[in-house]
């Protein structure tokens, strides 16, 4: 996946509902940008909040007998101070110097509540804005993509130049979903590329017990000793991130049984000879049907190669039921007409190992001592065979039933071509039907046999501990280690083919070409795929950024108008408490300054009283009027300045004295000091 195919803006996650589901994805430095937003926007809230709680707490506290000058002055505080940390600093200053006048612990009990109040609020509000940003991010891990392009791959021709590019391509997916198997089903660990799907790995149940897939004598351990692999119902939505409405959804099934098999008769060692060669080849031929157009036997293996010195060799032969172009044709003795069919050959040839194995499809005892003392142990026959099934099931969910006890509206368990999804049973909507036939597209791909042909020896785990054709010690279920991994490389396949529609194909070249069906329907799968954690991106619950800035906004409009509509109330509705809003009004900084003023005769007369901005009548300049004096005696007051009247200021080098003359007084400012 390239930039270009993440969608940024808003979209829904239907797999998280309509509500909690609304995301926004943005790229991560315009993320930063919004993280940032919603931090400043709930400071501001919390500043705004803050005249909330004051206003309150004031009204709570206004009394029609004024009370004290202490109680006087926290009511100014909780008037003028505009920030809660600023409102608990002034507060605190007030504790100390009424200690004089009263006890300590009044004091504290008077004004330590509001103290501690204006912190805590403090404190809330600004962790509220450093976690905001996560509030914001409540969304999922899910992202949508939009390639460049969308559909399904197909060759241009059935000749053998295209098949040939259809299995190259198959050889490269099956490789890739085996590294993503070795790194994210064998060992799940969180790094970027375990994070490609909605499902890093899907989980699955086995049965070691399952009923022998073909006929019972074939089945070398018996009967009831097959290993059955059952995905259980994977929902194209939460499993394999189609992100569409929950009515829409389609379930998938896969169940894979393998066992190691007894060949008998369908085996023979057969002696060749070929044009050019001095003398016949011994091969060993397995007859479980021919290769149309080729030869009448499945595999054959030459004899020579258990002495040449070479590893491991894996070869895969898979059919497809109701398939008539499979080149393979299983005979009557191992062909399913309700499943896909695939067989393994397996040959050590010169590989020799270190300690006796018991496994089936890997026994080795025969016992051999090299000329230097060594013991080695080889293996029982030249060639060893594996045979699986694979069904497909879909299901359509909104027919009732559940993934516990079943659903209602199922398909049986077949192959994967012969399922048919405009079958009326299903009742599918388009939507579904749509879905349905993404993944029946892909279920070729994703067949057990497909995941190892071409792949050879690599798709053995046991190849894995093999030094020099030397084999450390096998354990005695290493054939259901084995299948158990080409089953995962089928569903990371599976995985990798349904996001791949959506983003676009793998590169297979300049052959081939990508269709998609012209419906409205089809058209829209190309914007319905999720993955997961795509770098350079982030998402945002839109309801968590929805909420924080309808609820921020909510409280600053209510800060705004919480006063005028209360004083309203008070002044019209309930009179008798219209106290409360004249001591709210006098104790604003401008209404205090103005009754300052009038109180010293000062910078009148002055109109708007009842009004939050009192003014004067007339526009002069006050300090042509007025002046601050007395300031080295602790007493600063304000007094009425005459043309006439004049400042002296004489030091005797300890104290200052200031005298100012009027009219009306003389002021004395007395030394400080002794």
Same mark, same amino acid.
């Given at each position: 996946?390239?930039?270009?195919?993440?969608?940024?803006?808003?979209?829904?996650?239907?797999?998280?509902?309509?509500?909690?589901?609304?995301?926004?994805?943005?790229?991560?430095?315009?993320?930063?940008? @919004?993280?940032?937003?919603?931090?400043?926007?709930?400071?501001?809230? %919390?500043?705004?909040?803050?005249?909330?709680?004051?206003?309150?707490?004031?009204?709570?506290?206004?009394?029609?007998?004024?009370?004290?000058?202490?109680?006087?002055?926290?009511?100014?505080?909780?008037?003028?101070?505009?920030?809660?940390?600023?409102?608990?600093?002034?507060?605190?200053?007030?504790?100390?110097?009424?200690?004089?006048?009263?006890?300590?612990?009044?004091? @504290?009990?008077?004004?330590?509540?509001?103290?501690?109040?204006?912190?805590?609020?403090?404190?809330?509000?600004?962790?509220? %804005?450093?976690?905001?940003?996560?509030?914001?991010?409540?969304?999922?891990?899910?992202?949508?993509?939009?390639?460049?392009?969308?559909?399904?791959?197909?060759?241009?021709?059935?000749?053998?130049?295209?098949?040939?590019?259809?299995?190259?391509?198959?050889?490269?997916?099956?490789?890739?979903?085996?590294?993503?198997?070795?790194?994210?089903?064998?060992?799940?660990?969180?790094?970027?590329?375990?994070?490609?799907?909605?499902?890093?790995?899907?989980?699955?149940?086995?049965?070691?017990?399952?009923?022998?897939?073909?006929?019972?004598?074939?089945?070398?351990?018996?009967?009831?000793?097959?290993?059955?692999?059952?995905?259980?119902?994977?929902?194209?939505?939460?499993?394999?991130?189609?992100?569409?409405?929950?009515?829409?959804?389609?379930?998938?099934?896969?169940?894979?049984?393998?066992?190691?098999?007894?060949?008998?008769?369908?085996?023979?060692?057969?002696?060749?000879?070929?044009?050019?060669?001095?003398?016949?080849?011994?091969?060993?031929?397995?007859? @479980?049907?021919?290769?149309?157009?080729?030869?009448?036997?499945?595999?054959?293996?030459?004899?020579?190669?258990?002495?040449?010195?070479?590893?491991?060799?894996?070869?895969?032969?898979?059919?497809?039921?109701?398939?008539?172009?499979?080149?393979?044709?299983?005979?009557?003795?191992?062909?399913?007409?309700?499943?896909?069919?695939?067989?393994?050959?397996?040959?050590?040839?010169?590989?020799?190992?270190?300690?006796?194995?018991?496994?089936?499809?890997?026994?080795?005892?025969?016992?051999?001592?090299?000329?230097?003392?060594?013991?080695?142990?080889?293996?029982?026959?030249?060639?060893?065979?594996? %045979?699986?099934?694979?069904?497909?099931?879909?299901?359509?969910?909104?027919?009732?039933?559940?993934?516990?006890?079943?659903?209602?509206?199922?398909?049986?368990?077949?192959?994967?071509?012969?399922?048919?999804?405009?079958?009326?049973?299903?009742?599918?909507?388009?939507?579904?039907?749509?879905?349905?036939?993404?993944?029946?597209?892909?279920?070729?791909?994703?067949?057990?046999?497909?995941?190892?042909?071409?792949?050879?020896?690599?798709?053995?785990?046991?190849?894995?501990?093999?030094?020099?054709?030397?084999?450390?010690?096998?354990?005695?279920?290493?054939?259901?280690?084995?299948?158990?991994?080409?089953?995962?490389?089928?569903?990371?396949?599976?995985?990798?083919?349904?996001?791949?529609?959506?983003?676009?194909?793998?590169?297979?070249?300049?052959?081939?070409?990508?269709?998609?069906?012209?419906?409205?329907?089809?058209?829209?799968?190309?914007?319905?795929?999720?993955?997961?954690?795509?770098?350079?991106?982030?998402?945002?619950?839109?309801?968590?950024?929805?909420?924080?800035?309808?609820?921020?906004?909510?409280?600053?409009?209510?800060?705004?108008?919480?006063?005028?509509?209360?004083?309203?109330?008070?002044?019209?509705?309930?009179?008798?408490?219209?106290?409360?809003?004249?001591?709210?009004?006098?104790?604003?900084?401008?209404? @205090?300054?103005?009754?300052?003023?009038?109180?010293?005769?000062? %910078?009148?007369?002055?109109?708007?009283?009842?009004?939050?901005?009192?003014?004067?009548?007339?526009?002069?300049?006050?300090?042509?009027?007025?002046?601050?004096?007395?300031?080295?005696?602790?007493?600063?007051?304000?007094?009425?300045?005459?043309?006439?009247?004049?400042?002296?200021?004489?030091?005797?080098?300890?104290?200052?004295?200031?005298?100012?003359?009027?009219?009306?007084?003389?002021?004395?400012?007395?030394?400080?000091?002794?």
């Amino acid at each position: 996946m390239t930039d270009s195919t993440i969608y940024t803006g808003p979209w829904i996650d239907w797999a998280r509902g309509p509500a909690r589901g609304m995301t926004i994805t943005l790229r991560a430095e315009h993320g930063q940008l @919004l993280t940032a937003f919603l931090g400043i926007f709930v400071t501001v809230v %919390g500043a705004q909040s803050w005249t909330i709680v004051s206003f309150i707490i004031h009204q709570i506290r206004a009394k029609r007998a004024l009370g004290d000058a202490q109680h006087q002055q926290v009511q100014a505080t909780l008037r003028n101070q505009g920030t809660a940390l600023g409102a608990a600093w002034q507060l605190a200053q007030l504790w100390i110097p009424w200690r004089a006048s009263s006890s300590l612990s009044r004091s @504290l009990l008077a004004i330590g509540p509001l103290t501690v109040l204006a912190v805590l609020h403090a404190v809330l509000w600004g962790l509220a %804005g450093t976690f905001s940003s996560y509030a914001g991010k409540g969304a999922g891990q899910d992202f949508l993509i939009r390639g460049p392009t969308c559909g399904f791959w197909l060759p241009d021709s059935l000749e053998i130049a295209d098949q040939w590019l259809v299995q190259s391509k198959n050889l490269n997916d099956s490789i890739t979903a085996a590294d993503y198997v070795q790194l994210c089903y064998d060992n799940p660990r969180n790094t970027p590329a375990c994070n490609r799907f909605v499902r890093p790995s899907i989980s699955w149940k086995k049965d070691v017990n399952a009923t022998c897939p073909f006929d019972p004598a074939l089945c070398l351990l018996g009967n009831r000793t097959s290993m059955s692999m059952d995905t259980g119902y994977l929902d194209s939505l939460t499993d394999f991130g189609i992100n569409l409405r929950p009515s829409d959804r389609v379930i998938y099934r896969r169940v894979t049984t393998c066992a190691p098999i007894r060949l008998g008769r369908h085996v023979a060692l057969e002696n060749v000879t070929f044009p050019g060669w001095p003398q016949p080849k011994t091969f060993l031929r397995f007859y @479980l049907g021919g290769m149309r157009g080729y030869y009448n036997y499945t595999y054959q293996y030459n004899m020579d190669a258990v002495l040449a010195g070479g590893s491991y060799d894996l070869v895969a032969k898979a059919q497809t039921a109701a398939q008539s172009s499979s080149v393979w044709e299983p005979a009557p003795a191992v062909n399913r007409t309700d499943a896909d069919v695939s067989f393994f050959f397996q040959s050590p040839n010169s590989v020799y190992y270190t300690a006796p194995v018991d496994d089936p499809f890997f026994a080795a005892h025969d016992r051999r001592t090299t000329p230097s003392g060594i013991v080695t142990y080889h293996s029982d026959f030249a060639v060893r065979v594996m %045979g699986c099934v694979d069904q497909h099931q879909l299901c359509n969910p909104s027919g009732g039933g559940n993934g516990n006890g079943g659903y209602k509206q199922c398909t049986p368990l077949l192959g994967g071509q012969q399922i048919d999804v405009d079958s009326d049973a299903l009742g599918f909507s388009m939507a579904q039907g749509s879905v349905a036939y993404r993944f029946l597209m892909d279920l070729f791909r994703t067949q057990i046999g497909q995941s190892v042909i071409g792949r050879g020896a690599s798709a053995l785990l046991a190849s894995r501990t093999v030094h020099e054709r030397q084999q450390a010690p096998l354990p005695n279920n290493q054939w259901q280690l084995e299948v158990a991994t080409w089953f995962n490389v089928g569903l990371a396949t599976l995985q990798a083919q349904v996001v791949e529609f959506a983003a676009g194909p793998t590169v297979v070249g300049n052959r081939g070409q990508v269709r998609l069906g012209k419906s409205p329907t089809n058209r829209a799968m190309c914007t319905r795929q999720k993955v997961r954690n795509p770098t350079g991106y982030t998402n945002f619950s839109a309801l968590g950024v929805i909420i924080i800035l309808v609820l921020g906004s909510g409280i600053i409009v209510l800060s705004w108008v919480l006063e005028t509509l209360v004083g309203l109330i008070q002044r019209y509705l309930w009179k008798q408490t219209d106290y409360k809003r004249l001591q709210w009004l006098l104790n604003s900084t401008l209404q @205090l300054q103005r009754m300052a003023f009038e109180t010293a005769g000062l %910078g009148g007369p002055w109109v708007r009283c009842d009004e939050p901005v009192p003014v004067t009548s007339e526009k002069r300049d006050l300090g042509e009027i007025y002046q601050v004096i007395d300031t080295s005696a602790g007493h600063p007051t304000l007094v009425r300045r005459r043309a006439s009247e004049s400042e002296t200021s004489r030091s005797d080098g300890k104290t200052q004295v200031t005298v100012v003359e009027n009219e009306s007084s003389a002021f004395l400012t007395p030394p400080a000091g002794p």
